[in-house]
Nanobody, 125 residues
Framework: VQLQASGGGLAQAGGSLRVSCAAS????????MAWFRQAPGKEREFVAAIKWSGGATNYADSVKGRFTISVDKAKSAVYLQMNSLQPEDTAVYYCAANPRGITSTMPIIGSYSLWGQGTLVTVSS
């Protein structure tokens, strides 16, 4: 499975953006899909995760209530809808996959073995 992220860009504070992650290859129901982000000079951090089968999700406290992760199996894609964006959301956003993910490991960066190339999101104040 290969991952291709897209959809980043420039938004004003309070605005919205949606980033997409296209998965090529066979993605089974055991997969956990996630978004991480890395701001300049900072470590990569967890943003949100979802089971490919649907249902279980997990969000970082910093994005709860503002971001929504979703799966479209027909399009083999994962989306991150980002609302009420703030300048501190500025980062490169990466999609990631864990072929045998379980709910308890969703926020753990080391549990993800597949990564996309990242897409830049910039939020101006």
């Amino acid at each position: 499975v290969q991952l291709q992220a897209s959809g980043g860009g420039l938004a004003q504070a309070g605005g919205s953006l949606r980033v997409s992650c296209a998965a090529s290859g066979r993605v089974s129901s055991s997969y956990t899909m996630a978004w991480f982000r890395q701001a300049p000079g900072k470590e990569r951090e967890f943003v949100a995760a979802i089971k490919w089968s649907g249902g279980a999700t997990n969000y970082a406290d910093s994005v709860k209530g503002r971001f929504t992760i979703s799966v479209d199996k027909a399009k083999s894609a994962v989306y991150l809808q980002m609302n009420s964006l703030q300048p501190e959301d500025t980062a490169v956003y990466y999609c990631a996959a864990n072929p045998r993910g379980i709910t308890s490991t969703m926020p753990i960066i080391g549990s993800y073995s597949l990564w996309g190339q990242g897409t830049l999101v910039t939020v101006s104040s």
